[in-house]
């Protein structure tokens, strides 16, 4: 996402092309200070049939597609737009599901109030779209090396107070990488340092942003193989001897476990090495789309590990799928969770 303060002149450029678009399908809008002193953009939206409605919260994108707009960790105050330089047929379907007004470059449209219903679609990026400089805030602790040290931060309460080796053996990745990301989210709030030690900060913002870029950089990674179960009967029975076995929950079925709203339809493994003997014993025939699905556990848990994957992952895996359904129950199990609740209240 754009930063308002940092990135004033790509915003701006962003919000004028945007504006173009409205103007060519005839929506005039125009920024509005209802808050004075307020630092966050703020549009009012004019239909031309006498029907305006006024958007306190902008959020803006520099890119956009359907797993992401699935991730998006948005805001909760509505109406809510999203501006992007260019939102595809399947983001916006995603968008529309959860309620979301945009609006990109290009001049796809969703608005929605009262007695007005604006939706266009399927136009393809403007040629001349720019390409934006990366965001540097906090940049390096949602690389995929970045996210691995940030998950182990969010997942391991204790490893804040510990030394930089230690959060490097747990994240899998290197010391000097462990420097950087801690760098990084000091730098931007996210940790602070004190005389017991470092503390999270915005620790609920920080979970959103991580799940992002978990979504992005590093979930399509993880994958290693996926099953059809041929006796879906026996997937106690799997289930069972894969944690014997060292593996843990996650996805749907690790959230199942933390609130029983959600019936899971997939279940995912995390390992070092998929089990052979156990994909022999229990008839496991490989399927790309199969609802057995092993991914790589790429840390190394400071203390002995549950069955469960840490709560943050679980979160992530659900946003992190396409699935509507499944985004609902990862702010299901946000709410419930002892170390999400925690989180969101740091």
Do not use: C
Request: net charge neutral.
């Amino acid at each position: 996402m754009f930063n308002v303060n940092e990135h004033a002149d790509e915003l701006n450029t962003l919000v004028l092309d945007v504006t173009r678009a409205l103007h060519d399908a005839g929506i005039t809008s125009e920024p509005t200070d209802d808050e004075p002193g307020a630092a966050d953009l703020r549009l009012r939206i004019d239909v031309g049939t006498g029907s305006r409605a006024s958007y306190p919260t902008i959020t803006t994108l520099k890119r956009l597609d359907a797993r992401l707009a699935t991730a998006l960790d948005l805001p909760t105050v509505r109406p809510l737009l999203l501006l992007a330089p260019h939102i595809g047929d399947a983001a916006a379907d995603v968008l529309r599901a959860r309620g979301v007004d945009f609006a990109d470059t290009a001049g796809n449209i969703r608005l929605a109030w009262d007695g007005v219903l604006i939706d266009v679609r399927g136009r393809p990026p403007r040629a001349s779209t720019p390409r934006h400089a990366v965001d540097r805030t906090a940049a390096r602790a949602f690389t995929r090396a970045g996210s691995m040290v940030t998950f182990a931060l969010l997942g391991w309460p204790g490893l804040l107070s510990r030394p930089v080796r230690d959060i490097a053996a747990t994240s899998g990745v290197a010391v000097g990488t462990v420097h950087n990301v801690l760098q990084d989210l000091t730098g931007a709030g996210y940790l602070r340092s004190g005389a017991h030690g470092r503390t999270l900060n915005r620790g609920g913002e920080l979970l959103g942003r991580w799940a992002e870029a978990y979504t992005v950089t590093l979930a399509r990674r993880l994958s290693i193989a996926s099953f059809a179960l041929a006796d879906p009967d026996r997937l106690s029975a799997l289930e069972a001897d894969l944690l014997d076995a060292g593996a843990q929950l996650g996805g749907e079925l690790a959230a199942s476990r933390i609130d029983a709203h959600l019936h899971p339809t997939t279940a995912t493994f995390y390992v070092d090495t998929v089990p052979a003997p156990l994909v022999v014993k229990h008839r496991l025939r490989p399927d790309d789309h199969g609802a057995i699905r092993f991914r790589a556990r790429f840390w190394h848990a400071p203390d002995d590990a549950g069955a469960l994957v840490p709560s943050p992952l679980v979160y992530a895996d659900l946003v992190s799928s396409g699935d509507p359904r499944q985004r609902e129950h990862a702010e299901r199990i946000r709410a419930v969770d002892d170390r999400l609740v925690a989180l969101d209240r740091s």
